[in-house]
């Protein structure tokens, strides 16, 4: 699930749907920084971006705060917007049959355009970027059926061999690679990944930090005894990842103070302990919802998701580069944090790697599944 479908907006317009995003270190390329973002749950193999949708990344220095242990977004910006022109009617020069191409550009940091074809590997270079837009596989790893049985039965559902729910599905993927130079005042940046309108009114429609915030943390309602009837999702998706409004900024908290401390319940035990009025010490952390990436530090395949965070709320220096890697099974890591804060032992859905990892070079995902799975019915 990580963000696929997360709330009814996604539901009617799947195009403009994030399903995962992700930032690391290049392996590739030292010296770069990779983000990706892939929408379009259960795509098909001939699937196109739409030209009617902005796909932006963003990124804001962090530093140290005077107090506490939570980091502060700059306000310098670095803003990556990628569009993509309407399909060209082509004719497939082996089969002689009627195809589409499609052309897409991204507007580097110095105000250079940088174009490329979709589903070019080569991708596209320039003004200190390389860019790639195609249909992939889909890299998540987790065992969906198992995560939701835990939310329905009120007691953990995952066993020792779990299955990616849907596994061989693809996804629409777009892959930039950044100079670390042009990050916004130093190595250490908050990102994070949008979709909006297109045109003289710019709308967020989806935005992802972290995975699973809006399915396995926003999305439940039973806990939540102050806005139980709100479907509260698409709110939170129309939000500025650095700076919350004041409007549903309750709402918010109280949904993922009430969903936290039901994750933190499924031991038999609590291992976060609740402040006085009812907060959860992690709500914090989740409503600052971006990846902290620390660009000074070499890729790290396995174990860098969150330990930039959980370090600096330990008071102790990062080890890692932080962000998300494609193969990181994170999902492990933020189960355990949830349930046992990280003091038992591993809460894992049992699956540990995709079927097809990706890999160290550039554009990382696998091509895409040629005969993907149906898509649910709800899709």
């Known amino acids: 699930?990580?963000?696929?479908?997360?709330?009814?907006?996604?539901?009617?317009?799947?195009?403009?749907?994030?399903?995962?995003?992700?930032?690391?270190?290049?392996?590739?390329?030292?010296?770069?920084?990779?983000?990706?973002?892939?929408?379009l749950p259960m795509a098909k193999p001939g699937d196109l971006f739409s030209a009617g949708l902005l796909y932006r990344f963003r990124l804001r220095p962090l530093s140290a705060p005077a107090a506490g242990w939570m980091f502060v977004p700059g306000d310098d910006e670095v803003v990556l917007d990628c569009v993509f022109d309407p399909p060209e009617h082509v004719t497939d020069p082996d089969t002689g049959r009627p195809d589409h191409e499609q052309r897409g550009s991204c507007v580097t940091p110095t105000g250079e355009t940088v174009t490329f074809g979709v589903n070019d590997e080569i991708g596209g270079t320039g003004g200190g970027l390389r860019v790639f837009a195609g249909v992939r596989w889909d890299p998540f790893i987790m065992d969906a059926r198992a995560a939701l049985a835990t939310i329905a039965t009120r007691k953990l559902a995952f066993t020792e061999e779990g299955s990616i729910f849907l596994d061989g599905k693809n996804v629409l993927s777009i892959v930039v690679e950044i100079d670390s130079g042009l990050l916004p005042g130093g190595m250490l940046v908050g990102v994070v990944a949008e979709t909006l309108t297109r045109g003289e009114f710019n709308v967020r429609i989806e935005r992802v930090g972290r995975p699973e915030v809006k399915n396995m943390m926003l999305a439940p309602k039973d806990f939540d005894q102050v806005n139980r009837d709100l479907e509260i999702r698409d709110l939170y998706n129309m939000e500025d990842a650095f700076h919350l409004g004041e409007s549903y900024y309750g709402a918010?908290?109280?949904?993922?103070?009430?969903?936290?401390?039901?994750?933190?319940?499924?031991?038999?035990?609590?291992?976060?302990?609740?402040?006085?009025?009812?907060?959860?010490?992690?709500?914090?952390?989740?409503?600052?919802?971006?990846?902290?990436?620390?660009?000074?530090?070499?890729?790290?395949?396995?174990?860098?998701?969150?330990?930039?965070?959980?370090?600096?709320?330990?008071?102790?220096?990062?080890?890692?580069?932080?962000?998300?890697?494609?193969?990181?099974?994170?999902?492990?890591?933020?189960?355990?944090?949830?349930?046992?804060?990280?003091?038992?032992?591993?809460?894992?859905?049992?699956?540990?790697?995709?079927?097809?990892?990706?890999?160290?070079?550039?554009?990382?995902?696998?091509?895409?599944?040629?005969?993907?799975?149906?898509?649910?019915?709800?899709?």
């Open 1 to 39: 699930m990580s963000d696929h479908i997360s709330g009814p907006r996604a539901l009617a317009d799947p195009i403009a749907d994030i399903t995962d995003f992700y930032a690391f270190p290049s392996p590739d390329s030292p010296g770069r920084l990779v983000l990706v973002m892939n929408t």
């Open 252 to 379: 918010f908290r109280a949904r993922l103070d009430a969903n936290l401390a039901f994750w933190d319940c499924l031991d038999g035990k609590r291992d976060w302990p609740l402040g006085e009025d009812g907060s959860h010490p992690l709500t914090d952390l989740v409503l600052a919802d971006y990846l902290v990436v620390d660009a000074s530090f070499p890729y790290a395949e396995q174990g860098s998701f969150l330990e930039i965070e959980l370090a600096a709320r330990r008071g102790e220096p990062h080890r890692t580069c932080g962000g998300r890697a494609l193969n990181d099974d994170v999902m492990d890591a933020l189960f355990t944090q949830l349930v046992n804060a990280g003091l038992g032992p591993t809460i894992s859905d049992g699956v540990d790697s995709a079927s097809r990892p990706a890999t160290v070079a550039f554009p990382y995902l696998v091509a895409a599944n040629p005969d993907p799975p149906e898509p649910p019915e709800h899709h």
